[in-house]
């Protein structure tokens, strides 16, 4: 099935309701977060919850982050050993030769992750865990920051309880698989290229995750790929939020919520920001289906989240060779 526009969903009411399932308006709402899943894998909401206030601090800080100089970001840029920091401009090159990308993706980065001391026990299970290297400046970065992060954390559970029950799996099944979430955040600045440079933001990709929430910057950029290989802009509502289903949702529904791959490409001649918020479960869970395959779809082995988000990031280095091809957990034959 094609798509022409993502849908605009307003989650609203089943958010203010003591049960996801109480009424007629509740269940209709479930029943279009479903079908975008299934059809488009992309969804735009609105009544999300999340304060307007909130997200204009989100954007202002993320651009007064980036507005340092070249000593500041060098000395807090990631390292091998920790996925943290500054993302220096063109870092990454997709290794992949199916992703059309003829030159470095053309972004800059901060990575974050889920907040815990280096005291917490979890530490000592994975690598994957630890505090985050807060910038310098602007100063109230850690405290905008965790404050959305919160927000994002509660709009999840609520898509999670959704998916329970479209899937047929026992309440709280999805969320007691988050209780040490690898789950994270990378804040991007994208400098504007021109047509005739043929330069991604970012390459045609699919998120490995189970959700990502993004508040779309206004100047525009997102692509989506349709299910006939057309690619679209994602252009929803000024105050709306854009969330995604990722490759790990995907695996649990055996292929029914979509994993749809997207790309930026920022020719607007403006500079473009954005700060997506990818929901991963704890270190220790193994990424499999939880129902029935879907007719055509195709899998890998069964995935640990920890050890493969750590290969992942490994891989991110140029002169890194991956142990395998993991890149892509599952996906539907595009008809």
């Not at 990378?186 to 440079?197: G, K, M, V």
Request: proline share 8%; charged share 25%; glycine share 8%.
């Amino acid at each position: 099935m094609g798509i022409d526009a993502i849908p605009t969903i307003d989650i609203g009411p089943l958010l203010a309701a003591d049960d996801l399932a109480t009424g007629p308006a509740e269940r209709s709402i479930g029943e279009q977060l479903v079908s975008a899943a299934e059809e488009t894998g992309f969804f735009a909401l609105t009544g999300h919850g999340i304060d307007g206030e909130l997200l204009d601090q989100m954007r202002t800080m993320t651009i007064d982050l980036f507005d340092v100089d070249d000593e500041a970001k060098e000395r807090q840029t990631i390292t091998r050993d920790n996925y943290r920091g500054f993302i220096p401009l063109g870092f990454f090159t997709p290794n992949r030769d199916d992703l059309e990308a003829p030159a470095p993706d053309r972004y800059e980065g901060f990575k974050l992750h889920w907040e815990v001391g280096s005291d917490h026990s979890i530490c000592a299970e994975s690598a994957i865990y630890g505090p985050n290297r807060w910038a310098d400046q602007p100063e109230n970065m850690a405290d905008v920051v965790l404050e959305y992060w919160s927000a994002c954390d509660k709009l999840a559970a609520a898509l999670l309880g959704v998916f329970e029950m479209s899937l047929g799996v026992p309440a709280g099944d999805l969320a007691r698989r988050f209780e040490h979430p690898v789950t994270n955040m990378t804040l991007l600045h994208y400098p504007p290229s021109t047509p005739d440079e043929d330069v991604h933001g970012i390459h045609p990709h699919k998120d490995t995750n189970v959700f990502t929430i993004l508040y779309p910057d206004p100047v525009g950029g997102l692509f989506v790929r349709t299910r006939t290989g057309e690619w679209i802009e994602a252009e929803p509502a000024p105050d709306a939020l854009l969330v995604n289903t990722g490759d790990m949702m995907e695996v649990w529904s055996g292929g029914r919520f979509v994993s749809t791959p997207h790309k930026v490409v920022n020719t607007t001649g403006q500079q473009r920001y954005a700060f997506p918020w990818f929901l991963v479960p704890s270190h220790d869970e193994v990424i499999e289906p939880l129902v029935e395959l879907q007719p055509g779809f195709v899998r890998t082995a069964p995935l640990e989240v920890g050890p493969w988000s750590l290969e992942v990031w490994r891989t991110n280095w140029a002169d890194a060779e991956p142990v395998d091809d993991t890149s892509h957990l599952g996906t539907l034959d595009q008809p």
